[in-house]
């Protein structure tokens, strides 16, 4: 897939593959917090957004993203994926399974900001729980759980060349 876009009458958001990671959505520090979460995902996408409101426009791109990394999930991805990232006084845990059933559990000191993973952990079908086990400063605990679910994440897509489940693949069809 070269490019998924998503445009409502509130957004319009265009992530695409890129030879480098680069975000634009007028927003600063989330655009900072989708840099590291590319970077630490290895992910190398190019996300422009923009929107009327800054809840819309991050939860869109949140749908976005997690509906970008479900399409390009390999069938033999490893899975599962468990990281932990201490930042000074902070430190999180992001466990997360890839397996196509979505859930998400985990709150961040910021309303839209656990919008924003459950957003992304629905549209992509991956379980994600996210667990802040210390820390006062926002900053470090929103960077740092975007780090250690970017982390988590690579890891369960790591393409290991098997399917690592008892079911097998998961084959979905529609007919029209």
């Known amino acids: 897939m070269k490019a998924l876009i998503r445009e409502t009458?509130?957004?319009?958001?265009?992530?695409?593959?890129?030879?480098?990671a680069r975000v634009s959505t007028g927003l600063p520090f989330y655009d900072h917090m989708l840099a590291v979460f590319l970077r630490y995902a290895d992910l190398p996408l190019s996300i422009e957004a923009k929107g009327d409101l800054r809840h819309h426009l991050m939860?869109?791109?949140?749908?976005?993203?997690?509906?970008y990394v479900r399409r390009v999930m390999p069938a033999t991805a490893a899975r599962y994926g468990e990281r932990s990232i201490p930042m000074d006084d902070t430190l999180v845990r992001a466990v997360l399974d890839a397996g196509g059933r979505p859930f998400f559990r985990g709150k961040l000191p910021s309303q839209l900001?656990?919008?924003?993973?459950?957003?992304?952990?629905?549209?992509a079908g991956i379980t994600l729980h996210l667990d802040v086990l210390r820390g006062d400063d926002r900053h470090h605990i929103l960077e740092a759980a975007f780090k250690a679910t970017g982390l988590a994440l690579a890891q369960a897509l790591r393409d290991d060349g098997r399917v690592f489940s008892t079911k097998g693949t998961v084959a979905w069809t529609e007919e029209p």
């Open 59 to 67: 939860e869109d791109v949140a749908i976005t993203l997690g509906g």
């Open 113 to 123: 900001y656990t919008h924003w993973f459950r957003s992304f952990a629905f549209e």
């Open 9 to 20: 009458k509130e957004t319009h958001v265009r992530i695409a593959r890129a030879k480098v």
